[in-house]
C-alpha cells in the first residue's frame, strides 16, 4: 500500500458515492457517475479497496486491506466477486489462502 494512502483519511479530494448501501469515499476515475478504471474506495468502517472498476463494480487486478490497513486480499476480481487467482491473509498478516477464487470463493 503507498504511504499515501495510509494518510489519506480525508486529505485527498474525493467524491461520496452510495454503493449497495454503504457510505464511501472514492478517489479515483469514473464514467457515467460510476467507478471506471483505476480508483480508492474508503468505507465507513476502515475498509479500503484499491485496483481496477468497471461499471462500479471491483473487476480486474485490486487489493482489500482490513480497517488496521493489513492486506486482507490480492487478487483478480469479476463483477465485483474475487475470481482467478488471489492471495487472501489474516488480519494478523499471515497467508489465509493462495490459489483460484470462483464466485467470491476459495476453489479447494
Known amino acids: 500500500m503507498s504511504e499515501g494512502m495510509k494518510q489519506y483519511r480525508g ?30 474506495a474508503y468505507y465507513r468502517d476502515g475498509r479500503i479497496y484499491e485496483g481496477n472498476w ?16 493489513q492486506l486482507w486480499y490480492e487478487g ?10 488471489g492471495k487472501s491473509y489474516f488480519e494478523d498478516g499471515k497467508l ?4 483460484q477464487w470462483k464466485d467470491g470463493k476459495p476453489v479447494k
Open 76 to 85: 483478480e476480481y469479476n463483477n465485483g466477486k474475487r475470481e482467478g487467482f
Open 96 to 99: 489465509s489462502f493462495e490459489g
Open 54 to 69: 468497471k461499471d462500479g463494480q471491483y473487476h480486474g487486478q485490486g487489493c482489500q486491506y482490513y480497517p488496521n490497513l
Open 11 to 40: 486529505k485527498v479530494y474525493h467524491e461520496l458515492l452510495q454503493q449497495a448501501g454503504f457510505s464511501v469515499a472514492y478517489d479515483g476515475e469514473m464514467k457515467e457517475g460510476k467507478p471506471e478504471g483505476f480508483g480508492r
